[in-house]
């Protein structure tokens, strides 16, 4: 004698399983993978602090090829449509602004250095299209 019905294979009558919901097109979970965008935030955070630290250091123009690549590629491989663009964009935005600010630039210079980065994130995929058919 078994202790479930689900477990007696000798038995004609199978146990019927709970219906599949489908999800409809439009419904896609903003965040399926929640640790992606709090991962990248923090990276891109990083990325960019120790871009401004080292060029001050020896007096070179800063570049964040660095930050500004991770955000692109995690943005191409992860983009489920506008509201999740809308957020993993707000969320880089905010890393950058975060890694400008600890880096010791002032507020209002680093919201201008936050938009030009965003600006340039975003065009980034448009201008090239060879990145976006190897990565999106």
Do not use: C
């Amino acid at each position: 004698m078994t202790m479930s019905p689900a477990l007696d294979v000798k038995s004609e009558v199978r146990p019927q399983g709970a219906p599949a919901v489908a999800l409809e097109a439009g419904r896609i979970d903003l965040f399926a993978h929640p640790m992606v965008p709090v991962v990248t935030a923090l990276a891109v955070a990083i990325l960019v602090a120790l871009a401004v630290g080292y060029a001050r250091t020896s007096g070179l123009i800063v570049g964040l090829w660095a930050a500004g690549g991770v955000a692109v590629a995690v943005w191409l491989r992860t983009s489920r449509g506008r509201r999740h663009d809308l957020a993993l964009g707000s969320i880089l935005a905010g890393s950058i602004l975060i890694g400008e600010i600890v880096a010791g630039n002032p507020p209002a210079l680093s919201m201008l250095f936050t938009a030009t980065n965003m600006v340039e994130i975003d065009v980034t995929p448009v201008s090239h299209p060879a990145i976006t058919r190897v990565l999106g």
